[in-house]
């Protein structure tokens, strides 16, 4: 028996709302499983593994440093400052600082998936000449996602907290994360509050 436009246009809906539901119920079991993880744990596995290989394929540009070079103040010349280097060197400094109770956990083999996630995302600042405001910031980002592997739907989000997200508290309160892990959690669930509650 043939369907009517009607009947077929219902049974979409049915579809539509039980993928919603699934969806939902889903994302949730993901974000209380993220609460339960210890802080070595990376939030994504995966995602740490691609940023340690990018960080295996190109690690004669990187310099690690306990410096943080960023003038607040002054984040022109913070950019130009690292342009300049890289034009000159082809190497480009890395802060390590504030890398504990990030999503990417620890690496008890070596490099700190925070640092190679930094050398991911100075590197696209860096060879893009973009700023360190929201503007060149979000460009950033979705340079950074659209290098992913286009079906990392969770791995974008997570990017996108760590960079736009963090950006956002900071716009708000003039201050840094203490707990990028906790952050991360309480943007996927509402990120209005996770913006505006101060840690």
Request: charged letters at 25%; proline letters at 3%; glycine letters at 4%.
């Amino acid at each position: 028996m043939k369907k009517t436009f009607q009947q077929e246009f219902l049974h979409s809906l049915n579809d539509s709302y039980d993928f919603y539901l699934n969806n939902k119920i889903k994302r949730e079991e993901l974000i209380t499983a993220f609460s339960r993880l210890k802080s070595s744990d990376p939030f994504s596995p995966r995602l740490n593994e691609w940023l340690l290989n990018f960080y295996q394929q190109n690690k004669e540009t990187f310099i690690f440093t306990d410096t943080d070079e960023f003038d607040g103040k002054n984040i022109r010349q913070s950019l130009l400052r690292q342009v300049e280097r890289y034009q000159k060197t082809g190497k480009i400094l890395v802060w390590t600082g504030a890398s504990d109770k990030t999503i990417f956990g620890e690496n008890p083999s070596g490099i700190n998936g925070n640092w190679a996630f930094r050398c991911f995302h100075e590197l696209i600042h860096t060879s893009k000449q973009l700023g360190f405001d929201f503007a060149g910031e979000s460009m950033v980002c979705s340079i950074q996602c659209s290098i992913l592997p286009v079906d990392w739907v969770l791995e974008r989000e997570l990017i996108q907290i760590e960079i736009i997200g963090q950006n956002q508290y900071f716009n708000v309160h003039k201050c840094f994360l203490d707990d990028q892990r906790r952050f991360a959690i309480d943007y996927m669930m509402d990120p209005e509050k996770a913006i505006f509650t101060r840690q």
